[in-house]
């Protein structure tokens, strides 16, 4: 067998270059912010990437589970809108080579107050609760601030 040292090893999986993006909000306007623990003050929604043979919708409700502790789908709604962007450098490796770019599913989930969360120490460093404007400054990529100002409504 041939093998070059650029090539992976064959038992080496890569993620799936399609992931969503769950922007959590509240009836008062208050928006979900994450701190990622790296790269540092990294600040986000709820991410995560689609596993093999699960559904963006699946994975919205996995994500959420995992980064927040919220167990509830009652409010999750896929906004229809889906990004395509180069993949972070933060990232990259985590990729197969040849992918650049990663298809993304944007779903929103609004709750009738703000809510205690419960983080994933070895993803996320911290939470906030924001207003529409200052989460959407704060927002570290363009696609979660774009979904921000989109889904939550500025009149509150």
């Known amino acids: 067998m041939n093998s070059s040292p650029l090539a992976p090893h064959p038992s080496?999986?890569?993620k799936r270059p399609e992931s969503?993006?769950?922007v959590i909000y509240t009836e008062?306007?208050?928006?979900?912010?994450?701190?990622?623990?790296?790269?540092?003050d990294f600040w986000q929604s709820v991410t995560g990437?689609?596993?093999?043979?699960e559904t963006s919708g699946q994975a919205a409700l996995r994500e959420l589970r995992?980064?927040?502790?919220?167990q509830t789908d009652a409010g999750?709604?896929?906004s229809g809108v889906v990004n395509r962007y180069p993949i972070h450098p933060a990232w990259r490796a985590k990729f197969a080579p040849e992918v650049k770019e990663n298809t993304e599913y944007v779903f929103s989930l609004r709750l009738p107050e703000a809510v205690p969360i419960r983080l994933d120490p070895a993803e996320?460093?911290?939470y906030c609760w924001l207003r529409r404007e200052e989460a959407a400054k704060l927002?570290?990529?363009?696609t979660d601030r774009h979904a921000i100002l989109k889904l939550v409504p500025e009149d509150w």
Not at 49 to 53: D, R, W
Not at 66 to 70: I, K, Q, V
Not at 139 to 142: G, R, Y
């Open 28 to 40: 008062h306007g208050e928006v979900l912010r994450l701190r990622r623990r790296e790269p540092v």
């Open 139 to 142: 927002a570290s990529s363009v």
């Open 66 to 70: 995992e980064e927040t502790g919220l």
């Open 76 to 78: 999750l709604a896929d």
């Open 12 to 14: 080496l999986s890569y």
């Open 124 to 126: 996320h460093l911290e």
């Open 20 to 22: 969503i993006l769950v």
């Open 49 to 53: 990437s689609l596993q093999e043979g």
